[in-house]
């Protein structure tokens, strides 16, 4: 599933490739796409606009469209984007397309078909932070601080933590409306990187451990944005090359194999419904109360 850093790394490879390109048509080849708007309909609002930028919010990939109108994509489990030079065979996964008016297109694919597309105000996306997300509001208007960011200090998450002090610390980092853009790989391997269980809650961390996740959060993502981020079995970037990041993960997905810091075994446990890994002699498990 793709994070901020595969996301990221998508959006940064289309910035060179689409910027500039004008939209000749979109197709729509799987009518949940677009939902709730029609495709005809959302096809129409997209035809001759000109793509003026590329970025990522969380872990949607923001195409800025002339007039203060985004083009935003969740890649949820499988999607994929991918740009061609020409036209192609046609993609078995393939639910959308846009070909643009120089013969170019950029092809979205996505084999489990839980991906979005939307058109949405360019200034939704901005701004929004720990608002609770009411039902059948979409995701977008509530997402939280970007962890690059400079508003992402060593302060905030500490401030953030005593607002949901009750929370276990691993199902907080995964909530999109407070901290935007990391999920269950990232998570596990901050956690590891900190020195914290994931079971812990946020109330119980110290000022230090606090200092440590801020400072392991930012490391793991950029290492991730760096490494091109990983490929397990669906995510490619936007040229369909596979990432790297997956060969430097030290604790994810490496169950009963020797923890890189201090040998003890790598543990899998079910947190908040998502396989977690941790070491259980770096990363001490929060104590039961009496
Ligand atoms: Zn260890």
């Not at 793709?2 to 940064?12: C, M």
């Not at 999607?79 to 993609?91: D, I, K, T």
């Not at 090359?241 to 543990?267: H, I, K, L, N, T």
Request: a positive charge.
């Amino acid at each position: 599933m793709p994070e901020l850093p595969e996301v990221e790394t998508i959006a940064r490879q289309l910035r060179g490739l689409v910027v500039g390109r004008t939209v000749k048509r979109f197709r729509s080849l799987w009518h949940r796409v677009t939902e709730p708007e029609p495709a005809a309909l959302f096809a129409r609002r997209l035809s001759g606009r000109r793509i003026t930028g590329v970025r990522r919010r969380g872990k949607f990939v923001v195409i800025d469209l002339e007039g203060d109108e985004a083009l935003i994509v969740s890649l949820r489990m499988t999607g994929q984007l991918l740009f061609h030079e020409e036209a192609v065979r046609a993609n078995p996964h393939r639910r959308a397309h846009i070909d643009f008016a120089d013969g170019t297109a950029l092809e979205f694919a996505d084999t489990r078909k839980f991906g979005r597309m939307a058109i949405v105000e360019a200034s939704a996306l901005e701004g929004s932070t720990e608002r609770r997300r009411r039902v059948g509001e979409p995701l977008h208007r509530y997402l939280g601080v970007e962890p690059l960011s400079r508003r992402f200090t060593v302060r905030w998450l500490s401030e953030f933590l005593k607002r949901r002090s009750r929370s276990a610390i691993k199902p907080l980092l995964l909530d999109q409306t407070g901290i935007a853009g990391i999920g269950n790989i990232y998570a596990i391997e901050a956690l590891w990187r900190a020195k914290i269980h994931p079971l812990r809650t946020a109330g119980s961390l110290r000022a230090d451990e606090i200092a440590r996740l801020h400072e392991a959060l930012r490391w793991v993502l950029q290492k991730g944005i760096r490494y091109g981020g990983a490929s397990r079995r669906d995510y490619r970037d936007a040229r369909g090359a596979e990432g790297r990041m997956q060969q430097e993960f030290q604790v994810y997905d490496r169950a009963g194999e020797p923890c890189p810091r201090c040998g003890a075994e790598v543990a899998r446990t079910v947190v908040g419904g998502r396989g977690t890994f941790h070491c259980p002699k770096c990363q001490r498990a929060p104590r039961a109360r009496a």
